[in-house]
Structures are given as structure tokens and as C-alpha cells.
């Protein structure tokens, strides 16, 4: 991407309200999530402690979204269950982008049979609904967060094979890959060098998107209890734990559940705006 | 679906419901449980397998009341002639089926059981030689050896309809017995009991009917109908309480959901205990804690009064009474001249000096509580609390049940610490104690403190062979006096379950002394439900 | 052969492929992953020797090809193996808990269609103006919303504080449950005419089937709304307003019908989303449904069920996608001879 390209997608970005928002809103919960230890209000409690004097209060000063049921302050917990959730979609993208991208692209770009071959894998893999493949594949690891992120990476990767097979095929055409084709480049220079840069933009945004989508498919394992176990902050089984104290001590799973609402949300946003943004520049 | 519509629904749904209620006039009992309930009465040994058993099927002897550890019930009388035991059965005992019960019956049961090798079938296996049937009203076990804790065990021998059975039996892998009606007894009953299975899915719930045939005949003020739910959220179990939807609760709330219970009006808390004890079992096999001294030395650093205050339910009720070893006060064995224990940070310094483990960081120890009851964490987190000043480096972490069973199996896998409620199967101390801390047995969630104690061996070997009674009791008293030497766990309380119930109906055996059984999980007797009259 | 059979045909036979491939996937994960099945499935009180007997038994000590064969040459015979978590052939719990199942995602699935569709209808005639944004803004927030969340939420306010529906379950406390012929509770108390069980078993349905609708509505919404927005600037609908017609016309005859087939295709994806997030939903309300006990099942790793509850539902999967092919297929003349997929 040229950096002309990079400004024109920003100022068609900063023309899209909701993609702004979406920005800011991205900015804010990451900046929270990285200087928790900072801001929150007792970062002690993200951890393994208990204050029985405290314990399940309402919302009120000095605890602003009520205490759990061993007296933690839900905000400080929200706040680190944040940090756990980012670093999960940063991980579980971090392994799938590459595969998948790598798989696609070979697909894409080979012959038939190759092509046929790994299409049919994905196929596979796309055909068990994703959230029933994760929890399966938890169903025989022990529940931590670590083989949470493994388990929604099985499930990831073939969207982005999807995807940059069909961005590959598209390419492959193109005037400037049977140039470099004439010319005699190898498949891995064609691959990286001419067809990858133009399907980045795409993977991009995608990703943009996926942050919340792995953040939301995390807690749903977790609502589970097939993800990060306690005492560590996470989002997911902070609801489920809240929602057996329903309606007494409603802070304990509404917030959570808003928690999630609003970063899902944020990333949706602009994921969404980049994508135009990205449409209206071409 | 619009406010209004639903609104109209109401209404119908009202009218229906008042309808429904002057149509009949029977009456139903509604509490839930965790899931799955199993029916199958040589399957099931939780809390709800236990009750359904005990409710749809008899024994020839059920638990006692008013200190005796077991009362006739089948069986009118029994011989013991050294390992033979010769019961005479009751001449009147109808089975749902309508056949009437045989020494056959009882003979085939115990069969069916040790084949299965499943729920109880342990508290028996090696221990019988033989189970014969001389006559219609006539069986003879006998033993491979002296077994003391016999008696006890037929408590959990539920007899069941062989004809019925072999009737519906599927192919399986005994080529004559079939499947021994598994498949038609997982929904299915083939009892004796007061009440007879309608219908039943595990996931979901159990529908119950009373028995008009029961042998002991059923008061008129039993319900009609009972109706048993599964793995409800203790959000939904509080409401349904609160809209008069559900008689009674089980005992897995949370201790805040219970309370907002307790504070109402037109409820009562009901109770079962008598043989269970929150453990807080220590893995004597791995350091720090194979050293007995940094054992004894968290057994008087924790904090037994905070503990309690934890579960307190009102200031009256609490989830446990205080404990003074594995024993439960009133349970055969138990020694009332102990004290009981209490938290003593003098004897805690003393221990901890003589341990050989010197710094904080060779006494890292970690604990792990069980996700699936959420308020062990607030004991984890109590002992972090109370370890850490006095020189322990704790790490607290939840775990689910079915991995913690895995990870017990070996002695280095297994948490330092961890805790596990666990109850007697049968009135005899022999069903909670031998499996937990014999070394003869393999390892599992019982034994997690994989304790060697050749003394404790001694005891409790002599424990199941002797058959005199007051012999016996001085050999558990001896042995819970060893065990709180070398300090296998520590004995956080003794547990004690409590139930919410409406006021719509009362039930002695679980909140009057006098009336209670000598085993938990027997009091659960629907037929003694007293439902408000009508 | 007619085409729309070859379609049929050839879609047929990549399923049950892919259906192969996903009980090779399964079954590879099973075994590859360390711990021992029959020790799992004997439960902690097993001794070495019976452990030693149910790994023979279940040919757990053949090489991995073997195992493979013997496992699917029972499922040939029905056979899914029998569940430790409730002691009965997996076969068994899932007959009896796929109806709910089933009730459950079909009234999501026509929930998902009726508010879904018109919404979609409303945001693109009305496009860049309030109703559109608003459907939008909805659409975004039901899509970035957990199908767990959504059902707590909608619980806390319709249930716990509104007392508009039922908390949880499938029936109230004081019904009994009609004959079961089909196991579906809904058509058994039609057929057993009695009104008032399935009055109740319809209001039961209403959160969780909302809760679970939720994802499909807002993205159902969203494409119906960019595919009619497309349609929109073709030249046809320059055409139809050049000739005066009404906007409601223009949109509910030219504009919808062309709109419809991505649509559809999009639907038949998002059973996949309804199909998984039953599982959250199911927990939330208590729904006695094979999600439900697929949850279970895997909570306590117990093997056959999670591979049979996997497997019965990646089939229903394909089901569900075989038909929507079809469907489209049948809707639009032009993509019936279409049989290659990328």
C-alpha cells in the first residue's frame, strides 16, 4: 500500500461517523486494557483475593459496577478481562492469518487439483458450525485460556484460506502476474511479492472485523466454562457466574454482558468503516 | 410478540391454570437437583441417584433412626452365623409390576449389581462369596471373609423385579442376562418403593407417581405426584420458589441465593447431615506437604470460624458444623472427647518450625478448588489469606470436576491442596474412610491425599473384620485420633446440607432430630412428605 | 438426467464427503489428544484390569486406521457408542433431545426471516434517513452481540423484571406433556388438541427463539438491505420510477423478488450461526435440547456423546444447506445449472 493510498483511505474513513466512532471507541478500550494496572480502581483484583467484607455490594463509590461475589471490584475485573480478550484475538490472529492466508493463496494459485484438494479441507472444516468445532476440540483439552485461543484458531483459519483463494484467483489473471510469470519469477516471489501485496487491504479489514468476532466466540467458550478459569478476569464466565444471581445482584451480569457488547461492537464499527472507506478510495 | 398479546396469554394461561386447579384435587411435590438424575438403581450414587433409589426401589435393611445404625425393612430378621448372614424377607412386599418380591428377586439384584460394577457395586466387590435362595422368604449371604461394614452396605443393595427386568431385557454382552435392562431401566422402573416412575429424561426431570401397593402403606398427606427437575440455575430456582412454582430446593444454591430465600415468609429450611465432611484434602507424596509437620502446621493456621461464617445461611444456619475429625458428631465412631478444631497460630509457628521445608519458596503449595461449586473459591482464597503470613506461597486455581478426578490419580499430578465434600455411602465409617485413606486402594478423588500410614492401615483392616460393635467403635476412635496425628486433610467442617422448602409441606426426617435416618440422603423420603391439607 | 437432479445429485455426494471428512477430523482429535478413553470412560473407581477390558473391547488398542473402521462400521449399525455422562447409548439421548432442538431453531429460523426481511426492506427504501439508520444501528448491535448475552438480557428484562414470559425450560411446572408421538411438544400438543400446553410450550419458545434469532435478524437485515440497494441502481428501477410508479410498488415487486436469492444463500450460512449459538441459548433458558447436552457431554469429556452430538449436527448442517441450494436453485432459473462451487 502506498502511503497516498494509507491518507485517502484516512480521509474517506474520517468522512464515515460510524467508523469513527468505532475508532475511538477501539482506541479507548485498547489503551484501557494495555494501562489497566493503571487505571483501575484496585488492581489487586484481578487476581486471586477476596475482601469478605465487601462481598456482592451494588454499584456505589468506591466500587462504581458493584463487587463479585468475594468482593472484587467488577470495573477493575472488567478492565483486565479486556486485556485477556485482546490478547486472545492479537493470538488466535496471529496463528490464522498466516495459515490461512498461506493455504489460500497456494490454492489459489496452483493447479486444480491442489486446489481442489485444499478447498475440500476447508470445506470440512467450514461445515461443522465454528462454535460446535471449538467446543469440541475443548471437549478433550483441559478448559484454559491458552487452548481457547487454540481451539478458536482450528476454526479461523479457513475463512481467511476462503477468502485469499478467491482474491488469489482473481489476481492470478492480472497483467502483472503473467509478467512476472514470463519472466520466470519462482511460485513463492510471485505469491509474496506480486499477488500478496494486493490482497492486503482485504485481509486488513477482515481482520478488523475479527478482533470482535474471535473476542466474541472466546466468551462464548468461556460462558461455557471451557475457557480461562478462575481467578482470572474473563468476560464470558463473569456472566455465566453473575446470571445464577439474577435478579438480586443484577451488576454482576449485566455489566460483563455490556462489556462485551461494547468492544464486539466497536471493532464491528470499524471494520465497517474501513471497508467503505477502502470501496470508496478504489 | 407484542406487550398486549402476551398480556392476553396471561390471562388464558391463568384461567387455564384456574380451571386445572379445581379439577383436581391431588397433590404434587416440585423440587429440583443437578443433572443428570439417573434411574437406574445400580448406576446412580449422587445425592439424586441416591434419592430416586431410595424412593422407587427397597432394601432388605435401610439406615436406622434414634442411634441404631440399620432397622429391618425387607428383611423382618437376620442370622449372622460367622461370615453367613441368613435374612428372613417380608411375605408382603409388592413390586409396581404387581409380582409379588422372592429371595429370587433379592439373589438376582445382587447379581445384576456386581455384573454392572457400577454405583455401589464397590462397597461389595471381593467381599461375597456367595448369595443363595433356600426358600421364597429365605437368603443366605455369604462372605469371603469377616466384613463388619456388611450390614450397612445392603442399605445401598436395591431389590429389584428379576421378571420385570429379564422382560425387557436387550441384547448386551452376557448372552443370557442381555443388558441386564439397562436400556429399559434408564427410564423405566422396576421397584418396590412408595413411588413409581411416570416418566423420565435425565437431562430434564423426573415425573414420580405414589405406589398404591407400598408394603408399608403411604399416609394420605404424601403427595400424589412428584415432580423432580434437573440442572436448574439457581436464578431460575429462586424465582420459581418465590412464585409458589416449586415446593422445594436442592442443596446446591449458593449461599446468597439461599439467604434471600431464607428471609421470606412462607419458607422453611430443612437439613441433611450426619456423615459428610468438606476435606480439604493434602498430598502427603509431594513437597512441602509430605512433611507432616507443614501439614499440621496449616491444619492449626486455618481458619475454622471464618470458614463457617462463610456458608452461614441466617445466625442460626449455616452449610456446616464445626469439626473435630473425619467423623461426624453422632456417626458411629465419632469421639466426642475431642475438641474440636479451632484455629492456633502458636501451634501453627511450633509445627511449621520443626518442618524441614525453610523458606516460603520450598513451601510453595497450590490449591484447587472446583468450579462447579462457587463457593470453594471464598475457601481458597480464606486459606491463601491465612497461609501466606505464616510463610506458605500459595496459587489458588478453580478446575473443573471431571479434570480434577483425572488429575488425582497420580500423587504427582495432584494438587497440594484441594478441596472435596464428601459423604459416607452407608451408615458404617468404614464406606467413607477405607477407600479415602487405605493405601491398598488406587487413588482417586476420595484418597487425594495418597496417604501411606501403615497404622492407619492397621486400624482400618481392623475395623472392617471385627464384629463386635463396641470393639469397633474403640477402633475408629483410635483411628480418627491417628489420622488427626498425621494430618491427611484438613477437616474444614462437617457438612451440612441445606434445602429450602415452602411451607406448603414439612418433612421430619430433614428438620426433626428425632426423626432423622442414619445415613444423608435416606431423610429425602418422599413418603414421609407431610403436604398441607387441602 | 434433468439438471436440477444432477445438482442434487452431485451436492449429495460432496456431503456425505465432507460429513466423512468431519468424523475423520473428530475422531482424529479424540485420539490424538493425550489421555486415555476407556480410563475417562471407566470413571476414577475402575480397576487396571477392567480398564484394560473395555480398551480391547472398544478395539482401543488397534492402530488408528483400524479404530477408525470399527467406529464407523457401528455407526453403520446405529451404534454411537454409550455415554458416561448418562449411562445410555448415546443414540438414545439423542433422539431424545434433537426434537427440542430442532423446535427451537426452526421458529429462530422463521423469526430470523419475518423481522429480518422487512427490516431490510424498510432500511434500503427509506436508505440514508432515520428508519435506515436505525435498523442499521439495531442490525450492528444484534450481530455484535453474543447469543448468551442477548439471552440473559432479554431474560433480566422480559422474565425477571417485566414477568411478560417464562424464566427458563419447555413447559410450565404445573403441565403435563402431552403423548409424545413426534417429540416435537409443540405439533404432540396439537395433535392431542390440548390448547393449553401449547399455548404455554409457545411462550416458552418466544426468549430463547429471540435470543437465538438475534445474530440472523441483524444480518439478514443488513444483506437484504445491500442487495435491494443494489438492485435499486439498476437500470430496470430507473426505469419503473421514469414511469411513475409508487415507491411501496417499486419496492415490494421489482426491487425485493432480485434481491431475494443472495438473501436466501446467506440464510442457509446462518444456520451455522443458529446451530452453535444454540448451544449458549440452550444453557441460558435450561432448554432440554441436544445443545444443551452437547454441553454436558463435553464438560465431562465424555467421548462417543461429543462425537456423536458433533457429527448429528454438522449432518443437519449440510441438511439445512442442501435445501437452501435447492431452494435457490428452484427460485432462480438461472443458477440451476450452476452445479460447481468454488
Known amino acids: 500500500m502506498t502511503p497516498g493510498r494509507g491518507a485517502r483511505v484516512w480521509r474517506a474513513l474520517r468522512r464515515n461517523p460510524a467508523g469513527m466512532i468505532g475508532l475511538v471507541l477501539v482506541a479507548v478500550i485498547v489503551l484501557a486494557a494495555i494501562f489497566a494496572d493503571v487505571i483501575a480502581p484496585f488492581p489487586d483484583h484481578a487476581g486471586a483475593v477476596g475482601d469478605f467484607a465487601a462481598m456482592n455490594a451494588p454499584p456505589a463509590a468506591p466500587y462504581l459496577l458493584g463487587t463479585d461475589t468475594i468482593g472484587r471490584d467488577m470495573l477493575t475485573r472488567i478492565l483486565f478481562a479486556y486485556r485477556l480478550s485482546l490478547e486472545m484475538a492479537v493470538v488466535v490472529l496471529a496463528i490464522t492469518v498466516p495459515i490461512g492466508v498461506g493455504i489460500g493463496l497456494l490454492a489459489g494459485y496452483l493447479g486444480p487439483v491442489t486446489s481442489y484438494a485444499l478447498m475440500r479441507l476447508t470445506d470440512v472444516f467450514l461445515s461443522i458450525p465454528p462454535l460446535v468445532l471449538a467446543m469440541s476440540i475443548m471437549g478433550f483439552l483441559e478448559p484454559s485460556a491458552l487452548h481457547g485461543m487454540m481451539a478458536v484458531s482450528a476454526m479461523w483459519w479457513p475463512w481467511y484460506a476462503r477468502l485469499s483463494y478467491n482474491l488469489a484467483r482473481a489476481e492470478k489473471q492480472e497483467g502483472y502476474v503473467l509478467a512476472a510469470e514470463t519472466v520466470g519469477a519462482g511460485v513463492p516471489h510471485i505469491l509474496l511479492r506480486e499477488i500478496l501485496p494486493n490482497c492486503i487491504p482485504a485481509i486488513f479489514t477482515k481482520m478488523t472485523i475479527d478482533v470482535g468476532f474471535v473476542i466474541l466466540i472466546a466468551a462464548s467458550l468461556s460462558f461455557l466454562g471451557l475457557g480461562a478459569q478462575a481467578p482470572t478476569p474473563d468476560l464470558g464466565s463473569m456472566v455465566a457466574d453473575g446470571a445464577k444471581y439474577m435478579p438480586d445482584s443484577w451488576w454482576l451480569t449485566l455489566f460483563p454482558a455490556l462489556a462485551i457488547l461494547l468492544i464486539v461492537a466497536a471493532f464491528n464499527l470499524l471494520g465497517d468503516g474501513l471497508r467503505e472507506a477502502l470501496d470508496a478510495e478504489r | 410478540m407484542t406487550a398486549s398479546h402476551s398480556r392476553l396469554f396471561g390471562v388464558l394461561l391463568g384461567a387455564a391454570l384456574a380451571f386445572s386447579a379445581t379439577a383436581h384435587a391431588e397433590t404434587i411435590f416440585r423440587m429440583d437437583d443437578s443433572a443428570p438424575g439417573e434411574a437406574d438403581p445400580d448406576k446412580g450414587i449422587d445425592y439424586v441417584g441416591s434419592v430416586l433409589a431410595f424412593n422407587i426401589y427397597d432394601a432388605l435393611l435401610i439406615p436406622g433412626q434414634h442411634g441404631a445404625p440399620v432397622q429391618p425393612h425387607i428383611a423382618t430378621a437376620w442370622k449372622i452365623d460367622g461370615d453367613t448372614y441368613t435374612f428372613t424377607l417380608r411375605p408382603d412386599v409388592k413390586f409396581h409390576s404387581g409380582n409379588m418380591l422372592t429371595a429370587d428377586d433379592v439373589v438376582f439384584s445382587f447379581k445384576r449389581m456386581m455384573a454392572l460394577g457400577k454405583g455401589n457395586s464397590s462397597l461389595f466387590a471381593g467381599r461375597v462369596a456367595e448369595v443363595t435362595a433356600p426358600d421364597a422368604r429365605t437368603v443366605v449371604f455369604k462372605l469371603s471373609g469377616t466384613y463388619a461394614p456388611f450390614l450397612g452396605a445392603l442399605v445401598r443393595l436395591p431389590i429389584l423385579d428379576a421378571k420385570t427386568v429379564m422382560a425387557h431385557k436387550a441384547a448386551g454382552s452376557d448372552p443370557q442376562m442381555g443388558d441386564y435392562g439397562q436400556a429399559y431401566l434408564s427410564a423405566h422402573d422396576a421397584g418396590t418403593g412408595a413411588y413409581s416412575i411416570v416418566s423420565h429424561v435425565p437431562e430434564s426431570e423426573t415425573n414420580l407417581v405414589k405406589f398404591d401397593g407400598y408394603f408399608l402403606g403411604v399416609a394420605k398427606s404424601a403427595p400424589d405426584k412428584v415432580r423432580l427437575r434437573y440442572g436448574l440455575q439457581a436464578s431460575t430456582v429462586r424465582e420459581l420458589m418465590a412464585s409458589g412454582q416449586q415446593d422445594m430446593t436442592s442443596q446446591w444454591l449458593p449461599p446468597e441465593v439461599m439467604r434471600v430465600l431464607a428471609a421470606r415468609k412462607d419458607v422453611h429450611l430443612l437439613n441433611d447431615y450426619g456423615s459428610g465432611i468438606f476435606f480439604l484434602h493434602m498430598n502427603t507424596q509431594k513437597p512441602p506437604l509430605d512433611d507432616v509437620n507443614c501439614r499440621l502446621a496449616l491444619t492449626y493456621a486455618f481458619d475454622y470460624a471464618t470458614a463457617l461464617k462463610m456458608v452461614k445461611i441466617t445466625d442460626t444456619v449455616f452449610t456446616g458444623f464445626p469439626a473435630n475429625g473425619p467423623i461426624s458428631h453422632g456417626a458411629f465412631g465419632y469421639d466426642p472427647s475431642l475438641p474440636n478444631y479451632a484455629r492456633d497460630m502458636t501451634k501453627a509457628k511450633d509445627y511449621l518450625a520443626k518442618c524441614k521445608y525453610t523458606s516460603p519458596d520450598q513451601r510453595a503449595i497450590d490449591i484447587a478448588w472446583i468450579t462447579e461449586v462457587p463457593s470453594e473459591e471464598r475457601v481458597a482464597l480464606l486459606m491463601k489469606a491465612d497461609f501466606d503470613p505464616l510463610g506458605f506461597k500459595t496459587t489458588i486455581k478453580g478446575m473443573p470436576w471431571t479434570l480434577y478426578t483425572q488429575q488425582v490419580t497420580n500423587p504427582a499430578s495432584t494438587p497440594a491442596l484441594s478441596e472435596v465434600y464428601i459423604d459416607a455411602a452407608t451408615p458404617d465409617p468404614d464406606s467413607l474412610l477405607y477407600n479415602m485413606y487405605s493405601s491398598k486402594v488406587a487413588a482417586t478423588w476420595e484418597s487425594a491425599s495418597h496417604l501411606k500410614d501403615d497404622q492407619v492401615d492397621a486400624l482400618l483392616e481392623q475395623g472392617r473384620t471385627e464384629s463386635d460393635t463396641a470393639k469397633r467403635q474403640d477402633i475408629y476412635r483410635k483411628l480418627v485420633a491417628r489420622l488427626r496425628d498425621v494430618a491427611p486433610a484438613i477437616f474444614a467442617y462437617e457438612e451440612n446440607q441445606v434445602f429450602a422448602g415452602l411451607n406448603t409441606f414439612q418433612l421430619p426426617s430433614l428438620s426433626d432430630d428425632n426423626a432423622r435416618f442414619s445415613a444423608e440422603e435416606y431423610g429425602l423420603q418422599f413418603r414421609l412428605i407431610e403436604m398441607a391439607a387441602h | ?342
Open chain 3, 1 to 342: 438426467m434433468p439438471p436440477l437432479l444432477r445438482t442434487l445429485l452431485s451436492r449429495l455426494v460432496a456431503s456425505v464427503l465432507v460429513l466423512a471428512g468431519v468424523s475423520v477430523l473428530m475422531f482424529l482429535i479424540a485420539r490424538v489428544i493425550p489421555g486415555d478413553p476407556a480410563r475417562i470412560a471407566l470413571g476414577p473407581n475402575a480397576t487396571p484390569a477392567q480398564v484394560d477390558a473395555l480398551r480391547h473391547e472398544r478395539h482401543l488398542d488397534a492402530p488408528l486406521p483400524v479404530q477408525y473402521w470399527e467406529y464407523v462400521r457401528e455407526l453403520g449399525h446405529g451404534d454411537f457408542g454409550t455415554s458416561l455422562y448418562s449411562n445410555r447409548p448415546v443414540r438414545t439421548d439423542l433422539e431424545q433431545y434433537l426434537p427440542a432442538s430442532l423446535e427451537l431453531i426452526a421458529v429462530a429460523a422463521l423469526l430470523m426471516v419475518l423481522l429480518g426481511l422487512p427490516a431490510g426492506v424498510l432500511s434500503a427504501r427509506f436508505r440514508g434517513s432515520a428508519p435506515d439508520v436505525a435498523v442499521r444501528a439495531a442490525a450492528l448491535l444484534a450481530i455484535a452481540t453474543p447469543a448468551f448475552v442477548w439471552g440473559v438480557m432479554l431474560q433480566l428484562l422480559f422474565a425477571y423484571v417485566l414477568r411478560l414470559f417464562p424464566i427458563e425450560g419447555q413447559l410450565g411446572a404445573n403441565l403435563t406433556p402431552p403423548q409424545a408421538v413426534t417429540g416435537f411438544l409443540v405439533i404432540d400438543a396439537t395433535l392431542a388438541g390440548d390448547w393449553r400446553v401449547l399455548l404455554d410450550a409457545l411462550r416458552h419458545l418466544v426468549l430463547p427463539a429471540l435470543a437465538l434469532a438475534m445474530a440472523g435478524i441483524g444480518q439478514t437485515a443488513r444483506l437484504t438491505r445491500a442487495s435491494m440497494v443494489e438492485v435499486y441502481g439498476t437500470p430496470f428501477i430507473e426505469m419503473a420510477r421514469a414511469y411513475g410508479f409508487q415507491e411501496r410498488r417499486i419496492a415490494n415487486r421489482y426491487a425485493f423478488r432480485p434481491a431475494l436469492v443472495p438473501v436466501l444463500t446467506v440464510l442457509g450460512l446462518d444456520i451455522a450461526a443458529l446451530l452453535g449459538n444454540a448451544f449458549l441459548v440452550e444453557t441460558v433458558f435450561g432448554w432440554p435440547g441436544v445443545s444443551r447436552y452437547g454441553v454436558e457431554v463435553i464438560l465431562h469429556k465424555d467421548l462417543d456423546a461429543i462425537m456423536g452430538t458433533v457429527l448429528v449436527i454438522s449432518a443437519g448442517f449440510l441438511i439445512a444447506n442442501l435445501a437452501v441450494d435447492l431452494l435457490v436453485a428452484w427460485v432462480n432459473p438461472r443458477i440451476r445449472l450452476a452445479g460447481e462451487r468454488a
